[in-house]
């Protein structure tokens, strides 16, 4: 079992940048996928990016593709999204989730994933 603690969220500017952290308990970390999620008001939660145990393989939404990076030190046992060209429609709860894997996959469904965080609320003002 893993349990993992969103930090990084705030209220930035259009066009400005973040950096998420996930920091996961458990001494297993390196078994796992990670993957941010995030949800807006009245919108379901929709995938962001995600990353492979060994952090080889990487998977990113379009909407994402150019202004993010998903990063994780295993050393450490977190998980990074950096997030830049920040848009008023980024405004959402950002998640963390873990998914136990024997290879490297990098899904984007919610239902792959079986761990979350409580979430870190990013707000892009125009």
């Known amino acids: 079992q893993v349990q993992l603690v969103e930090s990084g969220g705030g209220t930035v500017q259009a066009g400005g940048s973040l950096r998420l952290s996930c920091a996961a308990s458990?001494?297993?970390?390196?078994?796992?996928?990670l993957a941010w999620f995030r949800q807006a008001p009245g919108k379901e939660r929709e995938f962001v990016a995600a990353i492979s145990r060994s952090g080889g393989s990487t998977n990113y939404a379009d909407s994402v593709k150019a202004r993010g990076t998903i990063s994780r030190d295993n050393a450490k046992n977190t998980a990074y999204l950096q997030m830049n060209s920040l848009k008023p429609e980024d405004t959402a709860v950002y998640y963390c989730?873990?998914?136990?894997?024997?290879?490297?996959?990098?899904?984007?469904?919610?239902?792959?994933?079986?761990?979350w965080g409580q979430g870190t609320q990013v707000t892009v003002s125009s």
């Open positions: 458990g001494r297993t970390f390196s078994s796992y996928a």
């Open positions: 989730a873990a998914g136990y894997r024997f290879d490297g996959n990098v899904g984007s469904t919610v239902a792959e994933y079986h761990y």
